[in-house]
């Protein structure tokens, strides 16, 4: 069955280390996206991607980075320089062809729980 | 910029009794609209979605929402509810253009009581 794979499930950060999430999917979808989901907060956009090598900021950027070289996979790496890292982060995925009925269809990932220890 | 406000992050209902989750929507242009239900340590799942057909949604496990463009609301119900109804709820909007990446409400936790 097609889905969207998070892993790890839990991952335990040093302070000042980077560490990187990894976001598969085999739903041939075409973006991808990664939230920040905190208590009391809803869900944060971090970044997306609408397409393979390109990619662009969402609304809490900064500590974070992204690649996108391959359609399937989406890593988000949080950097030494994300001073509050610690949260639960869902990665998505949607169909972003103009004209297909499936489009605004997302599909969310089971999450990676990051705790600064 | 678009904008969702859930009304109360916290609802409890009796089991039984009709469920009613509020959500409104800031928005220049109507966007399409989301409800999502994510149980403890889970992603999201698809409740239901808007996208400019029937203004009245149904969903799954017997939820429906029903879109006021005069109100610029989505309120999320369901008639009887059951302990398996007991999660936090997310409303949530896409542009229909630019990055339709989806933007959340803060979330509202429904508790049923026996």
């Known amino acids: 069955d097609g889905g969207i794979t998070q892993s790890p499930k839990y991952l335990f950060r040093k302070e000042g280390q980077n560490v990187t999430l990894s976001c598969e999917q085999n739903l041939n979808h075409d973006a991808m996206y990664w939230y920040r989901q905190d208590p009391g907060q809803g869900l944060r956009l971090i970044y997306y991607?609408?397409?393979?090598?390109?990619?662009q900021k969402g609304d809490i950027a900064e500590g974070y980075s992204v690649s996108r070289e391959k359609k399937e996979s989406f890593p988000l790496t949080v950097t030494s320089a994300q001073k509050n890292p610690t949260a639960f982060y869902l990665c998505?995925?949607?169909?972003?062809?103009?004209?297909?009925?499936?489009?605004?269809?997302?599909?969310f990932g089971s999450g990676t729980r990051l705790t600064v220890v | 910029a678009q904008s969702v406000t859930q009304l109360g992050s916290h609802v409890s209902v009796s089991e039984g009794a009709l469920v009613l989750l509020r959500c409104n929507y800031s928005s220049s242009v109507p966007p399409y609209l989301f409800w999502y239900v994510q149980y403890p340590n889970q992603g999201l799942q698809l409740l239901l979605k808007?996208?400019?057909?029937?203004?009245l949604v149904k969903g799954i496990n017997g939820f429906e929402a029903e879109f006021k463009k005069s109100e610029t609301s989505f309120h999320l119900t369901k008639p009887s509810a059951h302990m398996s109804d007991a999660a936090e709820y997310f409303c949530a909007v896409s542009d229909r253009t630019g990055r339709r990446a989806l933007t959340f409400g803060s979330g509202t936790r429904l508790q049923v009581q026996p």
């Open positions: 808007y996208t400019s057909a029937a203004t």
């Open positions: 991607s609408q397409i393979v090598n390109d990619f």
């Open positions: 998505a995925s949607s169909i972003d062809r103009p004209g297909d009925p499936r489009r605004y269809g997302y599909t």
